[in-house]
């Protein structure tokens, strides 16, 4: 499959995605372009029992105006969610002029969900759609002195940049696709 390419002031995206069976390979590319450091919203933790652990190789899923979107990034807390904290992504810095590249593996049919779905209360899916899909990143830029605010979290894959709390209105995104088409739960 081809990849494909968005692109803004501060970064470059890079896309592709490719289906191995029931598996799709989601390859991503960011390029910063900006001359400031950086910070992609791309390490996914999840939480258990007062421990934290990074997430490798998932990403969100979203159905948005009827369209796929993959993403890594702050998902804001969905209207009528409580919770104690806005779930934050560990981050991974990018000097200027430099790039990342990571791949992520996502199953199909994919089930819809971002750190706020409930396992309780989930419709039974009552098929499968063919979806376009998007891939989504968050990140911002830092400043002088930026990097010194961010907080190691110890977790069972080493050590990890946080910027907890983040306000999810200050997170910036950039989108990129459709890379082709997936197979979704359809949970309407």
Do not use: C
């Not at 995605?17 to 372009?33: K, P, Q, W």
């Not at 490798?56 to 369209?67: D, V």
């Amino acid at each position: 499959m081809s990849s494909f390419t968005s692109q803004n002031n501060d970064i470059t995206l890079t896309a592709q995605l490719v289906e191995d069976g029931r598996t799709l390979r989601l390859s991503y590319r960011v390029t910063n372009t900006s001359g400031r450091t950086v910070y992609l919203f791309d390490v996914l933790h999840g939480d258990y029992d007062g421990s934290v652990y990074p997430l490798i190789e998932p990403n969100y899923a979203t159905i948005e105006q009827g369209q796929l979107v993959l993403s890594r990034q702050i998902i804001p807390v969905p209207e009528f969610t409580l919770v104690e904290s806005v779930n934050t992504p560990f981050v991974t810095s990018i000097p200027p002029g430099r790039s990342v590249e990571k791949t992520v593996a996502q199953v199909q049919p994919i089930y819809p969900w971002t750190p706020y779905t409930r396992n309780e209360g989930i419709p039974p899916a009552s098929g499968t759609l063919r979806m376009n899909a998007y891939f989504r990143i968050g990140y911002f830029l830092g400043v002088e002195g930026t990097s010194d605010l961010a907080k190691p979290v110890q977790t069972d894959q080493g050590t990890f940049a946080s910027f907890n709390p983040f306000p999810v209105e200050s997170q910036k995104t950039l989108m990129v696709g459709p890379l082709g088409t997936a197979e979704v739960y359809d949970v309407s």
